[in-house]
């Protein structure tokens, strides 16, 4: 059995806090229950569309997948062991059988859109379906990466039609992780079943998917190194509508990538380190010494205690460095938990998708 852990730095109070009204560097934050989006659609409580609940947990499900696989590399996991967690949680998460209980049950008269803390709860028994556990602490910590970096996608989106292949791109970018024919038919029926229910609820309705996804991600207000080093969010949480950075648009054109894969690609890496600089030392209030001027001495502890202020409550997702997580708790080699867990399919907890696949 695997033990999951993050060992992230430097992170300070809770990773969720709810955002108040209000203009910030172009993002307009609101309630959990009221957004407006980009095309200036403004959704209340009753609006709220439940057949949103399986956009929601498919695209936050591949957005867990991308974390967990980038933690099982940067620890040097055995290579079977990391296929058989990413398979066994993409089989779980895109089981036919829950796929349609969540389409099913959406269309009913009094259905309801799932909370984040069913959404949390149901992800969480996902990711633990197999021979990996996550501790309290460290889901925290996934479940703000998964959240931010779809809010992120679809901040930056500006069609309902985008909603759908935000979800592609991430079908597809999962199939990319150790591919095999039976994950590859697996995505392509998810697809195919998305698609079907996407056409056949028609243009208001796809409005209001797409209009509650947003305003379902509006509580969420952590902060991701990530997209700050890329420049794409500031140090109060919010977003930034335009970049002034040639990556900027291939990032938009192509959101629902896997951003952890794609940030570590060398030109992006070049093209983006001069604005990491200007960044910083903008958060720090760091200005350029005026003509004629002495440099004088910096105060340690008042500059200790204003970094610490600007930059202690920022979710580090640490790359691919091997400090970024850490395993813990494996079962020897040869052991009979091991044997068992290479049984194929028999390892998934076969109760857990009957459980879900009844929610209709």
């Known amino acids: 059995m695997l033990l999951f852990l993050f060992a992230v730095k430097d992170v300070a109070g809770g990773s969720h806090k709810a955002v ?8 307009t934050g609101t309630s959990c229950t009221e957004a407006k989006n980009p095309i200036k659609i403004q959704i209340t409580k009753q609006q709220l569309n439940p057949r949103a609940n399986v956009f929601i947990l498919v695209n936050l499900g591949c957005e867990m997948l991308y974390v967990i696989d980038q933690r099982l590399k940067a620890q040097q996991i055995a290579k079977d062991k990391s296929v058989q967690v990413i398979h066994d949680v993409t089989a779980v998460l895109l089981d036919p ?22 959404c949390k709860f149901m992800l969480n028994d996902f990711a633990t379906c197999s021979v990996m556990r996550i501790d309290e602490q460290s889901m925290g910590k996934l479940w703000s990466l998964m959240t931010m970096l779809y809010k992120w996608q679809l901040f930056v989106s500006r069609h309902q039609h985008h909603l759908l292949e935000i979800t592609f791109r991430h079908l597809d970018a999962i199939n990319k992780l150790y591919p095999d024919a ?14 079907d229910f996407w056409n056949a609820s028609g243009e208001e309705a796809q409005l209001s998917i797409y209009s509650t996804n947003k305003a379902w991600l509006e509580c969420f207000n952590t902060k991701i190194s990530l997209l700050i080093r890329l420049g794409f969010q500031g ?54 010494l005026p003509e004629g001027e002495d440099l004088q001495p910096i105060n340690a502890r008042q500059f200790q205690e204003q970094f610490e202020q600007t930059f202690g409550n920022v979710l580090l ?40 696949s009844k929610m209709a």
Not at 20 to 27: I, L, P
Not at 324 to 330: H, N, S
């Open 97 to 118: 059988k829950f796929i349609d209980s969540l389409l099913n049950g959406s269309k009913h008269n009094n259905a309801q859109l799932l909370t984040a803390e069913h």
């Open 317 to 356: 997702d640490e790359g691919h460095s091997a400090t970024g997580c850490e395993f813990v708790q494996l079962q020897p080699a040869g052991s009979s938990t091991e044997a068992h867990s290479r049984a194929g399919d028999s390892i998934l907890n076969q109760n857990l998708i009957d459980l879900y």
């Open 235 to 288: 140090m109060d949480g919010s977003f930034f509508k335009d970049v002034d950075q040639e990556y900027f648009g291939d990032y938009v054109q192509t959101i629902g990538d896997n951003m952890y894969v794609k940030s570590e690609e060398p030109h992006q890496q070049a093209g983006r380190e001069p604005n990491r600089i200007d960044q910083l030392a903008a958060q720090l209030n760091i200005n350029p």
């Open 20 to 27: 108040k009204h209000g203009r910030q560097a172009g993002h």
């Open 182 to 195: 039976k994950r590859h038919m697996l995505i392509d029926f998810t697809k195919n079943t998305l698609l």
